[in-house]
């Protein structure tokens, strides 16, 4: 796999909405809605105004982010290219192929991130530091 993503290859997905005077729903499916099969879901939620989170890389995990409630930022950065996106509706998502830097920033109260990655919790697929970053993109 090549280290060289660019910021340009993070991707907005619609996803299904199904309208019903009793609230709406959207379902997401493996490879349907989002290219890659999904071995873990988390969230985050409470977070504090002004607090960002995430802040790293991963060298082999896709990313699917929703805006679960809310809204928030997402910094995606390549190690070249910069680019910040604005997720703020539950039928839309944000891909992260892995090589990308990206920190979510600027949550609003009551917001909620939710996380849809390719691969199970594992630190050494993490890239935590910028440095260390900036050199597997050159790798």
């Not at 993070?10 to 099969?37: M, Y």
């Not at 607090?51 to 699917?64: L, S, T, V, W």
Request: hydrophobic letters at 35%; glycine letters at 8%; one cysteine or more.
């Amino acid at each position: 796999m090549s280290n060289k993503q660019s910021v340009y290859n993070c991707s907005f997905i619609e996803l299904p909405k199904v309208l019903d005077n009793s609230g709406n729903l959207t379902a997401v499916e493996n490879f349907k809605n989002i290219p890659f099969h999904v071995k873990r879901i988390f969230y985050s939620y409470d977070i504090p105004g002004g607090e960002a989170r995430g802040a790293h890389a991963h060298k082999r995990c896709h990313q699917f982010l929703i805006a679960g409630s809310g809204s928030f930022e997402v910094a995606l950065d390549d190690g070249i290219n910069k680019r910040t996106v604005m997720l703020n509706r539950p039928f839309y998502g944000l891909h992260i192929p892995p090589g990308i830097w990206a920190a979510e920033q600027g949550f609003s109260s009551g917001s909620i991130c939710l996380v849809l990655a390719s691969e199970l919790y594992e630190e050494e697929d993490y890239i935590r530091d910028y440095d260390e970053f900036k050199a597997f993109c050159q790798a």
